[in-house]
């Protein structure tokens, strides 16, 4: 079955740097653009980055434009979500996300947490 599992989330002070992880298993990695969405306290889930199969075209919000960067490995099945310059407002649960087949994926998700 598909399984999503993300990692690499914690406590980080303002203008600091995280590096999130998402371990993809039960499907063809290769062959489906993959997301990066957020949840903060209170609000909606939004699309914060996406990236095509190939990895060859991205796409950002514009709350996270210049400062984050979506790859992946598609030879270690693995989705990435680099965050530079983090602020409080970035604070929110970061979930991995694919749509395959007419049904959307997600993992467990994990916390970023932006604060002095």
């Known amino acids: 079955q598909v399984q999503l599992v993300e990692s690499g989330g914690g406590l980080v002070q303002p203008g600091g740097s995280l590096r999130l992880s998402c371990a993809v298993s039960?499907?063809?990695?290769?062959?489906?653009?993959m997301n990066w969405y957020r949840q903060a306290p209170g609000k909606e889930r939004g699309l914060v980055a996406s990236?095509?199969?190939?990895?060859?075209?991205?796409n950002y919000a514009d709350s996270v434009k210049g400062r984050f960067t979506i790859s992946r490995d598609n030879g270690k099945n693995t989705l990435y979500l680099q965050m530079n310059s983090l602020k409080p407002e970035d604070t929110a649960v970061y979930y991995c996300?694919?749509?395959?087949?007419?049904?959307?994926?997600w993992g467990q998700g994990t916390q970023v947490t932006v604060s002095s």
């Open positions: 990236i095509a199969s190939t990895g060859d075209s991205t």
């Open positions: 039960g499907f063809t990695f290769t062959s489906y653009p």
């Open positions: 996300h694919v749509r395959r087949r007419g049904t959307s994926y």
